[in-house]
Structure formats: structure tokens, C-alpha cells
């Protein structure tokens, strides 16, 4: 199965700073089926990316993803407050679909 | 509006059994395969099972042989039967679903917590 790991575990940010979250692969990631996900306590994930790049309905063009192959990026351009949250990478390319760890965005 | 709920979780012993159901609304369910993912505390989420459209199924290593998913259409539901708990299954369950072929799971319900301790 394809592992993914996220980097950092936990990132401390301003509102209005820019965050960058990392999330690689095992092994290549088929058709880049990445997808990166908001998590709040008590919530459903939210989908933010799919395809690596696109971003779902309704997410705010602050969110955007990249990357290709085994290295992709999550890039938050200006934190707001409703922002700090855990993120979480996935990969439903390759049987058994898997997630990262996730990455904590927290109030500095 | 995509609605999923799920229901079913509670404290049960090692050893027990628990039966998950996740109630579906909004769309038309018999079209779509359904899945269940779970985050234990403090981990990140682990993809558990899927029930395609015909009822075949498909689990995670950590779970074969122990749980059983499947889907009643005419209730819009699908169950998560879970025998020979143990404590590493402690963990918030979720069903989803995809949003559209080849894209990933778009609509979560808000998850049901199950715990398995003496």
C-alpha cells in the first residue's frame, strides 16, 4: 500500500501569514489522485483539492494544491481563523486508498 | 443536499460486536458506492471498507475477516457489522461517499464514536 507522510506534524502561524503543508508518497501516486482534506473536531472532513491541483466546489482560491508523483504541496495563502485546523493528504489512486498522519495549523 | 448520519456506536467489551448504520439522503443512493474510514484518538483517518453497487466489498487488512459492510437500497443505509472488537478499533467511524467517478470522498457524515474497553 502506498504510506504518505505528512511534514510538519504541526505548523504555528499568524492569521494573514502563508502556510505550506507537505505530504510524500511511497510510491508514485497514480493519475495524481491527491486529494487534501480540512478536519475540525466534532466535523466531517472537508475536501478542499482533488487531482492534485483542482479545487472542490465552494473551496476559496486562498487553498491551492500541487505537486505530481510522490512530492505534493498544500499551500493556504493567508491564513484566516477559520483556517487552524488539521489537514490530511490522501490518496485514492491505488487499492487500499490511504491518508497522511494530518498536519495541525495552529494559532501562534 | 447530500445528507449521510450514522448511528450505532457506543462502549463494548473485547471481544464484542457492534453494528454501525449510515443513513443516506439526498441523492440517489443505489448509484453510488459507499464507504466507511475511521480516525482513532489522536491518528490520522484509515480507509476501513467499501460496498459497491452490486454489494461487493472490499476491506482494509486490519479489519478482513472481522467486520462486514453492506447496503440495503431500499432503506438507503448501509451497516458496518463489526465482530472480535479490540481496543486498537477504538475509533470515530465515518461513512462517505465519492463525489463523481475517479474523484475522492466528498461527502462525510459527522462520524459515530465507537470504544472498545473493559
Known sequence: ?108 | EVHLVESGGGLVQPGGSLRLSCAASGFMFSNYWMHWVRQAPGKGLVWVSRVDLEGSTAYADSVKGRFTISRDNAKNTIYLQMNSLRDEDTAVYYCARIVAVGTPLGYWGQGTLVTVSS
Open chain 1, 1 to 108: 500500500e502506498i504510506v504518505l507522510t505528512q511534514s510538519p506534524g504541526t505548523l504555528s502561524l499568524s492569521p494573514g501569514e502563508r502556510a505550506t503543508l507537505s505530504c510524500r508518497a511511497s510510491q508514485s501516486v497514480s493519475s495524481n489522485s491527491l486529494a487534501w482534506y480540512q478536519h475540525k473536531p466534532g466535523q466531517a472532513p472537508r475536501l478542499l483539492i482533488y487531482g492534485a491541483s483542482s479545487r472542490a466546489t465552494g473551496i476559496p482560491d486562498r487553498f491551492s494544491g500541487s505537486g505530481s508523483g510522490t512530492d505534493f504541496t498544500l499551500t493556504i495563502s493567508r491564513l484566516e481563523p477559520a483556517d487552524f485546523a488539521v489537514y490530511h493528504c490522501h490518496q485514492y489512486g491505488s487499492s487500499p486508498w490511504t491518508f497522511g498522519q494530518g498536519t495541525k495549523v495552529e494559532i501562534k
